[in-house]
T-cell receptor
Framework: GAGVSQSPSNKVTEKGKDVELRCDPI?????LYWYRQSLGQGLEFLIY????????KSGLPSDRFSAERTGGSVSTLTIQRTQQEDSAVYLC????????????????FGPGTRLTVL | GQQVMQIPQYQHVQEGEDFTTYCNSS?????IQWYKQRPGGHPVFLIQ?????EVKKQKRLTFQFGEAKKNSSLHITATQTTDVGTYFC?????????????FGKGTKLSVKP
C-alpha cells in the first residue's frame, strides 16, 4: 500500500507570503505528526494529531504556524507571513495509534516538503 | 530548557569496525526513540525504549536505556556500508499532561569500504 505522501515536495516563497503544506497519512492511521528539520539540526517536533484533534500543539514555534486535520486523514500545516528562519524540511509522519502517551507506535515518515523562504 | 545532547556529531569508521552514538538528556525521559536517516532520505523509526535499564537488539544494532532514564546509546557491531546515515535519538518528556518529543542533533556515520 501507499506510504505517507506530502506535497509539494519543494516550495520556494517570498518572505511575508503564506504557505500551505499537505500531508496524506497512511490509510487507517489515527495519529499524525508534523516535524521540521533545519539544515544541520535534529528533528523538531511541531504538532501531533489524534484523529482530528490536536492534544499537543506545544511544538508550534509561533502563532504564525497552524495545522488542521479533517476527516481524520489529510492534514495541512499553514505558515503565515513566512520568515527566512522558517526555511526547513517539513516532515509528516503517521502511526496506527497515538494514545495518551505519544508516540506509542511505529511512525512512518513522508518524504518531506523543502521550504525555502527568500 | 530541556535538551537532548547527542555525541559524537560525526563518526568515520572503516567497514567492520564498531560504532556507538550516545544521547544524554537534561531531564528524565518517559521513553526514547531512535531513528535512522539515509543521505537524502527521511528519518526511519528504528526502536523505542521505555523501561529503565532496557536493552534491545536488532541484528547488529544494540540499544540501551540508562537506569536513570536520562541517557541512551546505540551500538552497531561490525559496521557495513549500508549503515551509512545519520542516527537520531528522540526523548519524550512530560510536563504536566503535555508530552514533548525532543530530538538530538544526530550522529552522522560514514563507513569506508
Amino acid at each position: 500500500g501507499a506510504g505517507v505522501s506530502q506535497s509539494p515536495s519543494n516550495k520556494v516563497t517570498e518572505k511575508g507570503k503564506d504557505v500551505e503544506l499537505r500531508c496524506d497519512p497512511i490509510s487507517g492511521h489515527t495519529a499524525l505528526y508534523w516535524y521540521r528539520q533545519s539544515l544541520g539540526q535534529g528533528l523538531e517536533f511541531l504538532i501531533y494529531f489524534q484523529g482530528n484533534s490536536a492534544p499537543d500543539k506545544s511544538g508550534l514555534p509561533s502563532d504564525r504556524f497552524s495545522a488542521e486535520r479533517t476527516g481524520g486523514s489529510v492534514s495541512t500545516l499553514t505558515i503565515q507571513r513566512t520568515q527566512q528562519e522558517d526555511s526547513a524540511v517539513y516532515l509528516c509522519a503517521s502511526s496506527l495509534r497515538g494514545g495518551d502517551r505519544l508516540p506509542t507506535d511505529t511512525q512512518y515518515f513522508g518524504p518531506g516538503t523543502r521550504l525555502t523562504v527568500l | 530548557g530541556q535538551q537532548v545532547m547527542q555525541i559524537p556529531q560525526y563518526q568515520h569508521v572503516q567497514e567492520g569496525e564498531d560504532f556507538t552514538t550516545y544521547c544524554n538528556s537534561s531531564t528524565t525521559l518517559s521513553n526514547i526513540q531512535w531513528y535512522k536517516q539515509r543521505p537524502g532520505g527521511h528519518p526511519v523509526f528504528l526502536i523505542q525504549l521505555v523501561k529503565s535499564g532496557e536493552v534491545k537488539k536488532q541484528k547488529r544494532l544494540t540499544f540501551q536505556f540508562g537506569e536513570a532514564k536520562k541517557n541512551s546509546s546505540l551500538h552497531i557491531t561490525a559496521t557495513q556500508t549500508t549503515d551509512v546515515g545519520t542516527y537520531f535519538c528522540a526523548g519524550l518528556v512530560y510536563g504536566g499532561s503535555q508530552g514533548n518529543l525532543i530530538f538530538g542533533k544526530g550522529t552522522k556515520l560514514s563507513v569506508k569500504p
